[in-house]
Each structure stands twice: as C-alpha cells, then as structure tokens.
C-alpha cells in the first residue's frame, strides 16, 4: 500500500497554517448513516456506485469549495452517470461557523442543484473515521469501497484552473471504474482546514 504526505494550508488566514497526515490507500471506506440536506437519511451502502464512489468533504463558507463547487457538480454529474457513486459531507462545527449549519447547507446544496446527497457529520465522528483533514477533501474508492484516490478535482484553487487542465478527479475515478487501478500520479487537494470542534 502506498502512502501520501498530505498538506494543507489556510491561504484564506491572516495566519499560515500547514497540517500533515499519512495517507494509506487500499484502506476500506469507514462506513457512517447520516441525515442529507433532501431529509434522507444515507448509509456508505446507499451513496456506493456499482464501479467506484467519490466521498467528498466541503463545506459552505470556505473559499476554496465556493471557487471549485459549479465544477465539482458538474464532473459529479457525469460520474453518477456512470455508475459511479458520489456524496459530500460536511463535519465543520457549526456552532462556531454558523455558515455551515444545516439550514445553509440545504440553502448551498439547491443553490448548486446537487445532483448527490449532502451529509451533515454533526458529532464530527466520520471526518475522524476518514481522516479528513480540509475542504474540499476527496477520496475515491473502487467498487469494493477500498481507497484508490486521495488526489484534487483539478488544478483550480481560489481561481479557476488553466484552459486545457486536465480533470483529475474525473480522469481518475474512470480509470478506477474501468481497471480497479489508482492513477500513479495523485496531487493532494488544498483547502481550508476543517473547523473541528474544541473537544472532538
């Protein structure tokens, strides 16, 4: 199994912040039940595709999510298309970022015309299970839930990527579907640092 140093910073924040943590793929997906923006409640099961599945962690204020959102559903759109499953979770405390209430995520989910369930990780227990660390965070996993992607949507940060970018995220979760195989060549998203609450 391969692993990935994986670094995060707040480019946002008056104050840098730099986090880093091992990044194992193969690693079975950790399974959760959690209530989605459409009143639904989701299981791991119930979000999986037939061929592979995107879990992905964002949130609603975090510029790096708001800059790269209308792409994420749009290549979400096509994998689900697929066959490919896909869903997002956010697990930032809401508490001290009222931004990310439930409330506003129902509001940035139709806002965007999600295509995929939205998930709210309120006891922050499947962030943790993930190892989630910024958002946006993607994981991408085969169709037996075993992790083979840890890469970025694409080459866009708080702008949009160059003409001709290639769509890594999409490219990838093909290239998983079609072989079972992790591309060789995975790039880390950069985000926001999930907004943990001070005693999880």
Not at 117 to 122: F, G, I, N, R
Request: proline share 6%; charged share 25%.
């Amino acid at each position: 199994m391969r692993a990935f140093a994986y670094i995060l910073r707040e480019t946002w924040s008056s104050v840098m912040a730099a986090a880093v943590t091992s990044i194992v793929l193969d690693t079975p997906a950790a399974d959760f039940r959690l209530p989605a923006t459409d009143g639904k409640t989701y299981s791991l099961a119930d979000v999986a595709g037939e061929k592979a599945s995107v879990i992905v962690f964002i949130c609603n204020h975090c510029p790096y999510v708001i800059a790269v959102i209308d792409r994420l559903v749009a290549d979400a759109r096509l994998l689900l298309a697929e066959g490919i499953g896909f869903a997002a979770i956010c697990s930032n405390d809401a508490k001290a970022y009222p931004e990310d209430s439930f409330e506003k995520m129902r509001r940035f989910a139709e806002k965007h015309k999600f295509p995929f369930p939205y998930l709210h990780d309120e006891s922050q227990k499947v962030a943790h299970a993930y190892d989630a660390v910024c958002t946006p965070d993607f994981f991408g996993f085969d169709r037996h839930l075993k992790l083979k992607y840890r890469g970025r949507l694409d080459e866009g940060r708080t702008s949009p990527p160059p003409a001709g970018a290639r769509r890594e995220l999409l490219d990838a979760m093909r290239l998983i579907a079609r072989t079972g195989h992790a591309p060789d060549h995975q790039i880390p998203s950069i985000g926001c640092s999930i907004k943990w609450k001070t005693n999880s």
